[in-house]
């Protein structure tokens, strides 16, 4: 397990790789971007809202809520971020997974990969912003 303290960034666009421990922070897309805090690599794109993630910036450090669960990555790593700091959460059993995703009261998904996945960040972005144009 590794970068137990991640540095924030607020920016407009996000850069085509994201860098290791870094938590980037869209205010225009209202979106928050990391690479997984396990390691892996793996782009973690969380949604501000109300329904969504809420970020909280205290004026040095920043917090997301609720948990990030991985669910739909290899890794399925679990924690939370508080203060800038990664907090390792119990990994949950399939069968909480399952529930959680059918009633949607606690921890959202990140965006999952789609089976097609887009290539580039910008790629996913542009997705979600047509996703939310949607609704
Ligand atoms: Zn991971």
């Known amino acids: 397990m590794t970068a137990p303290r991640l540095t924030h960034v607020f920016i407009d666009n996000f850069p085509d790789q994201l860098e290791p421990g870094t938590l980037y922070i869209s205010i225009p897309y209202t979106t928050a971007a990391h690479l997984c805090c ?3 690599g793996h782009e973690v794109v969380t949604p501000l809202s109300p329904t969504d993630w809420q970020l909280t910036f205290d004026g040095q450090s920043v917090s997301l809520h609720p948990s990030i669960g991985n669910w739909s990555l290899a890794c399925q790593s679990h ?8 907090h390792w959460a119990p990994r949950w059993s399939p069968e909480r997974i399952a529930t959680n ?9 990140p965006t999952p990969a789609p089976s097609n996945p887009p290539t580039t960040l910008k790629d996913r972005l542009a997705q979600l912003l047509h996703r ?3 609704k």
């Not at 995703?101 to 998904?109: D, G, N």
């Open 101 to 109: 995703r059918t009633h949607r009261t606690t921890t959202p998904e």
């Open 132 to 134: 939310r144009s949607r």
């Open 79 to 86: 924690y939370w971020i508080r203060t800038n700091t990664v």
């Open 38 to 40: 396990c390691g892996c």
